[in-house]
């Protein structure tokens, strides 16, 4: 029975992360049940031993999002003096590599523009995760001595994801990275990262 156990909630953990994927890349709703499910190596007629709805899914799948989010503004931010970490943040966030990786990156800048009209829990999850984004920039930039720093935060925060969700969608990879670079470039020199 515990391997059983075990095996769903790992079978779960991959559902969620394949969705987690393919919902950064394709959309809410440019993407099906059926493809969620292939992508995690399962039938279709499986989703409903994991999942009563569909809605039920994408909610987690956000949350596991920010989970992420939350893993990557503790690797840039935690153990380092925050001007360092705010600088590892940046350099992190509005990089080539982000621009590319579209699938694993932040969800922000992949579904803001939908968020809107997504189910009301995962409409939750979204905000809250917006919301611990901007906690944590805000408390390292207190951190770092800057003043007002909740305002900044959201400026900050708004700004890194204005950057990225306008550098995906350029044709030109070029253009789009020296639109990221200059963005991290004029957001050092406000917060007086060197």
């Known amino acids: 029975m515990a391997n ?3 095996h769903k909630a790992k079978m779960r953990e991959t559902i969620v992360r394949e969705a987690s994927f393919a919902l950064r890349s394709k959309g809410i ?3 099906s049940v059926a493809e969620l499910m292939q992508r995690a190596g399962l039938t279709h007629g499986g989703f409903y031993a994991y999942y009563k709805t ?3 899914l994408v909610a987690d799948a956000i949350a596991a999002m920010f989970a992420g989010t939350g893993r990557m503004l503790d690797e840039s931010l935690a153990g380092r ?3 360092e970490g705010l600088s590892v943040l940046l350099d992190f966030y509005l990089s080539d590599g982000n621009v590319r990786n579209v699938e ?3 969800a922000i800048p992949a579904l803001s523009s939908e968020a809107g009209r997504m189910p009301e ?3 939750r999850n979204f905000e809250a995760g917006v919301q611990m984004f901007q906690t944590r920039l805000a408390s390292a930039l207190k951190d770092a001595g800057h003043a007002e720093y909740e305002a900044l935060a959201r400026s900050v925060l708004a700004e890194m994801v204005g950057a990225m969700t306008l550098a995906r969608t350029m044709q030109d990879h070029t253009a789009a990275v020296a639109f990221v670079d200059a963005a991290r470039a004029d957001l050092k020199k406000r917060l007086g990262l060197g």
């Open 4 to 6: 059983k156990t075990a």
């Open 29 to 31: 709703n440019g993407v």
């Open 54 to 56: 569909r809605d039920a």
């Open 81 to 83: 003096p925050a001007k």
């Open 104 to 106: 694993k990156g932040c």
């Open 121 to 123: 829990a995962a409409r």
